[in-house]
């Protein structure tokens, strides 16, 4: 049947040309629609861990004010150096723990992400931002930093690559507000609106300085224990206080726009409201494809009824040929998806994509693997009406 | 052996426009006869070579092939019947133009449970009817005559003890139409038995045995 069912395929050059170009078109919308909703709410795929509904966001802390408070479940925090570039230029150095540089990753314009100095491994390298210093791609850095004991000292820093304009980054500039959600964490960055030059590092490489230099924990994500009581929170708030009060001289630091459970719903809301608005895009190219092939298959079948008939003369089971649906079906959905892959990266390397987001993951593979076993199966269906309606006693009579 | 029994085919059976095709046809055709069923045209010669065939199904009565009761097997079971057991021929040859005669005698091979030797057999098949020069040809290009060889051919690539041909001669010309039963006359002499549907009084005779149909019943064997 393997041998029939290839020269059948052959046979149907035409129709499946056009079903492969509908699968295609399916397919390449779906990993558009899902990668853009992925990106648009990576923040809260990246933070939902820490969301809970006890704890507090935004509080000035360090390493030893969080050791020292009760019931401590999850801390997720940003870190931020300052390097003077010359004395003029001051650029925020981010830290990324593994966690952000899974979600956040800069896409570069050039370079590589954090690749070591061919001729010195004990330098730190970083990506900078786009900069009016002309600091690009293999460039050493000489940068002042302060260290632990208050002095400044001079680093070198290698930079790697170099970020464009509209990429999102972590937001040093984040403003607490009655309606914050985390989404507001990461900003979209732009040079020319003088958000000023920022290199970026990760935790892995930052190690080489970190006992050395100062960095600082930004806006920190503290999640308490779900057990945890009134009186055990109250102290923490008041340690959280006087820490505050000893940094800034200013009292008060922590009130209820602070409180992670009502930032952590107001997220979670915003992140379903982001999903629900993709959902009937996704679903509408879905159906819209689904009917075109169905549509191609139902009338290839219909077409070939003769054909099926004269095979059913030679000793093949009426309902056999949905064998050679299956097989074009197959053969039709990896050929579509392999040769959306290829198109996927053609576009993105001659940047024809531009700001759409295109990216095949493992969310977006299971999607696509699972739509097309529905189109096949939808097909199957379709072709078994047709069958059943065309016997080959009457189709052979006709002829 | 074929034996039948009472069979009848119905169809819109209990309804208003209930309507016998074929009404307790009797019929016994042993191995190596050589037989042409006759009648004029809704007689029911198609119906009963389509029940012979394993093609449809009927309603009522009994049919024996080689002993076994043909109503109680399914349909993959009726499916190797006519890829094995029986070799079928129809009018209009039933062939697919697209392909070349190698490729169209080579169908009922796929669905065989043999598959060994598929060239070989190809060839023999072509052989016995004359035309192993045509095997790469597409079948479109043909004759009439030739492409009813290769339907011929098709029919006895899996070398089955029954020959079932309906009207093969009914597209073709006298002269070709001759040519053509002279092929089955060969393969009844080969020991295979051949039935032949036809309305041609002169291709019946060249028959060892006529069994006339009319209205759906046997009249005359």
Redesign the interface.
């Known amino acids: 049947m393997i041998q029939l069912s290839v020269k059948e395929y052959l046979k149907n050059k035409w129709f499946n040309f056009f079903s492969i170009i509908l699968l295609i078109s399916m397919i390449l919308s779906s990993v558009i629609l899902i990668s853009t909703m992925e990106k648009q709410t990576r923040i809260y795929r990246m933070l939902k861990p820490y969301m809970g509904d006890k704890g507090i966001y935004g509080a000035t802390v360090d390493d030893e004010c969080i050791e020292s408070l009760q019931r401590v479940d999850k801390v997720f925090a940003g870190s931020v150096t300052y390097c003077s570039l010359n004395d003029n230029e001051v650029a925020e150095m981010l830290v990324y723990d593994k966690r952000v540089e899974r979600y956040f990753k800069p896409v570069l314009s050039e370079g590589g992400w954090l690749r070591e100095n061919p001729q010195s491994e004990d330098m730190i390298s970083a990506v900078i931002s786009n900069n009016n210093l002309g600091i690009k791609t293999g460039d050493v850095i000489t940068v002042r930093v302060t260290s632990q004991n208050g002095e400044e000292e001079q680093r070198q820093i290698y930079i790697s690559g170099v970020f464009s304009d509209g990429q999102k980054i972590y937001n040093t500039e984040v403003y607490l507000h009655s309606d914050f959600k985390f989404s507001e964490m990461f900003d979209t960055y732009s040079y020319e609106q003088l958000d000023g030059i920022v290199l970026i590092t990760n935790m892995k490489e930052y190690d080489k300085w970190k006992d050395s230099v100062v960095t600082r924990l930004y806006k920190p994500i503290i999640r308490f224990e779900d057990g945890i009581t009134e009186e055990e929170m109250s102290y923490n708030v008041e340690v959280l206080d006087d820490y505050h009060s000893e940094i800034s001289g200013l009292k008060g630091n922590i009130g209820e726009i602070n409180d992670l459970g009502a930032i952590s719903k107001r997220s979670r809301r915003e992140m379903r409201s982001l999903y629900v608005s993709y959902i009937p895009l996704v679903m509408v190219a879905f159906i819209l494809v689904c009917l075109g092939i169905i549509g191609i298959n139902t009338v290839k079948t219909a077409l070939n009824t003769k054909y099926f008939a004269k095979l059913y003369l030679c000793g093949m089971n009426w309902y056999h040929n949905m064998i050679f649906v299956t097989f074009e079906m197959i053969i039709n959905c990896i050929a579509a998806f392999f040769l959306s892959v290829v198109i996927i990266y053609i576009l993105r390397l001659f940047g024809i994509f531009g700001r759409v987001y295109a990216e095949i993951h493992a969310r977006q593979a299971g999607f696509i693997i699972l739509m097309c076993v529905a189109i096949i199966i939808v097909s199957l269906l379709m072709v078994c009406k047709v069958m059943h309606e065309n016997s080959p006693v009457d189709i052979l009579k006709d002829e | 052996m074929i034996k039948m029994e009472n069979v009848s085919k119905v169809y819109h059976k209990g309804r208003d426009n209930e309507f016998y095709a074929l009404r307790d046809v009797d019929l016994t055709i042993t191995d190596g006869e050589f037989v042409s069923i006759i009648g004029k045209s809704g007689a029911g010669k ?1 119906t009963l070579m ?1 029940l012979i065939g394993c ?2 199904s009927f309603e009522m009565g009994k049919y024996e092939l080689n002993g076994m009761d043909i109503s109680k097997i399914r ?2 079971r009726k ?2 019947i ?3 057991e029986i070799g ?1 021929v ?1 009018q ?1 040859f ?3 133009d ?2 070349t005669v190698e ?1 169209n005698v080579m ?2 091979l ?3 449970k043999d598959r060994h030797n598929r060239k070989e057999r190809v060839a023999k098949a072509l052989e016995l009817v004359n035309i192993a020069d045509l095997s790469k040809k597409t079948v479109s290009k043909l004759s009439g005559g030739q492409k009813q060889r290769v339907a011929i051919a ?1 029919a006895l690539v ?1 070398e089955p003890k029954i020959i079932l041909a309906d009207e093969p001669t009914g597209a073709l010309d006298s002269q070709t139409g001759r040519e053509i039963i002279d092929v089955l006359q060969t393969l009844n002499s080969m020991g295979k038995t051949v039935i032949i549907i036809t309305h041609d009084m002169e291709i019946a005779n060249r028959a060892g045995r006529i069994i006339q149909i009319s209205d759906g019943k046997v009249a005359m064997s």
């Open positions: 198609s389509h093609i449809d349909g993959s499916a190797a006519r890829n094995a079928i129809m209009d039933a062939l697919v697209e392909y490729e169908i009922p796929y669905f065989s098709r899996n």
